[in-house]
């Protein structure tokens, strides 16, 4: 099983995360591969310097294997040899956000931005990957903070509604249609993560892939899983970006992911300590945003997925064979002779509660999102390139993943 979309928040961030905690809970959720994005971190991964530094912090501490992702910022696009140099340093592809990131040293990019940088990826073959969120006027927190409780889930999904995300998805398609076979962007790809807009979102990506465009999308098991209704006052360990949207929205994107239409899911983990969540305060508003659930995501995807006829098969394309050849790693994905055996061995029909007395391997078990749920499938042994390297709640002695670069 692969993740191509955790944030391991190392270097520099090893107090929200780090690649011993991150990857232990891979390996012992079933996950044999990650892709690391290139932030939280610190520095951010926008330079062959700074995916130096992450190569180096990651030695001998990943459990399960590990690639890459780099970043598009305005600096690397305006000065597109810096995107060259990390490009051919050997990250799997880059990823832009089109609104701020929250993140100091990793700022947003602008469509114009985005436009210098495809024709490098497309010389590399390599996929942006973006953030698709433009911020427009909306009701603002101060304004809220006068009429609304930041206690209340709805405060804080009114301020990021779907018109944000089509938005940015309406920019991103106007770019596309070059990418089709014979275009002047033949080579490059844009790819939608974490959608989160069932609507007219998902409706503009479908009509791009009609016309041929270079675009595909995922969203994320917590989209899935969970809906606003039932999000409780102060929660905030519900808070992501974009937001998790109600129930009908969710129906809609689990329909778009048996149909075809979403062409994987992934976890989009991204972890921070407990003072950043503000779990005591409850302030929606000015919580730190994003879902902690690496570990859980093969049994959340099942346990969710089989009540709305998931199947085993599409289970295995959507978490392996797809996000593998998406980033481009031809060793893994399937199950065959000349690929990596990467295997998890479960039991589907175990279910287990998830609480203080299940062993969790994040560095902060309690800011999880899925503490108090009971979910099915049940990860007994994980092996990575036929080692074993994690047995009925442990794991081997020495971290035997390795990084994944591109060539």
């Known amino acids: 099983m692969h993740t191509r979309h955790v944030h391991l928040d190392e270097p520099g961030r090893t107090e929200w995360e780090g690649f011993v905690t991150g990857t232990r809970a891979a390996a ?16 951010t991964t926008v330079s062959k310097e700074t995916l130096e530094l992450k190569l180096e912090a990651a030695n001998k501490k990943l459990h399960v294997d ?13 000065n597109t040899s810096i995107l060259d140099g990390l490009l051919s340093a050997g990250v799997l592809g880059v990823k832009s956000f089109m609104c701020p990131s929250g993140i100091n040293d990793f700022p947003m990019t602008t469509i114009d931005h985005i436009k210098e940088g495809l024709p490098v990826l497309a010389k ?22 006068d009429n609304r409780d930041p206690r209340v889930y709805l405060t804080y999904l009114n ?15 106007g770019v596309t249609k070059d990418t089709i076979v014979g275009g002047p962007l033949e080579g490059a790809h844009v790819h ?7 609507s007219l979102s998902l409706d503009m990506i479908k009509e791009a892939k009609r016309r041929g465009d270079s675009i595909s999308v995922e969203t994320c098991s917590h989209y899935l899983a969970f809906s606003s209704e039932e999000i409780p006052d102060g929660d905030t ?38 003072e950043l969540k503000l779990l005591e305060e409850g302030d929606f508003l000015r919580a730190w945003g994003g879902i902690s659930g690496l570990q859980f995501d093969l049994p959340v995807t099942w346990s969710y997925g089989k009540k709305y006829g998931l199947t085993l098969e599409q289970l295995s394309l959507l978490w392996s064979k797809k996000p593998a050849a998406f980033a481009g790693i031809e060793s893994k994905g399937t199950i065959a002779v000349g690929y990596h055996a990467d295997i998890v061995v479960w039991q589907p029909e175990v279910e287990f509660d998830v609480n203080e007395n299940y062993p969790i391997f ?41 990084p994944i670069l591109a060539k």
């Open 192 to 198: 939608i993560v974490h959608l989160s807009d069932s």
């Open 237 to 274: 360990r519900f808070k992501c970006s974009p937001p998790i949207r109600d129930a009908h929205n969710r129906e809609k994107l689990r329909e778009a992911v048996l149909e075809g239409h979403i062409d994987f899911l992934t976890s989009d983990h991204s972890p921070t300590v407990p």
């Open 28 to 43: 012992a959720g079933g996950v044999t591969t990650v892709v690391d994005m290139p932030l939280n971190n610190h520095p």
């Open 66 to 78: 590990a690639g890459f992702w780099g970043g598009l910022v305005p600096e690397n696009a305006l």
């Open 124 to 145: 590399y073959k390599r996929p942006l990957i973006v953030h698709a969120e433009i911020q427009l006027d909306s009701e603002s927190h101060s304004e809220l903070k």
């Open 362 to 402: 994040l560095k902060h078990p309690s800011l999880s999102a899925y503490m108090g749920t009971r979910l099915s499938g049940k990860v007994l042994d994980t092996f990575v390139r036929g080692n074993l390297v994690f047995k009925e709640g442990k794991h081997a002695s020495a971290a035997c993943g390795v």
């Open 159 to 173: 301020t990021r509604p779907p018109s944000w995300e089509q938005a940015a998805i309406k920019e991103l398609v």
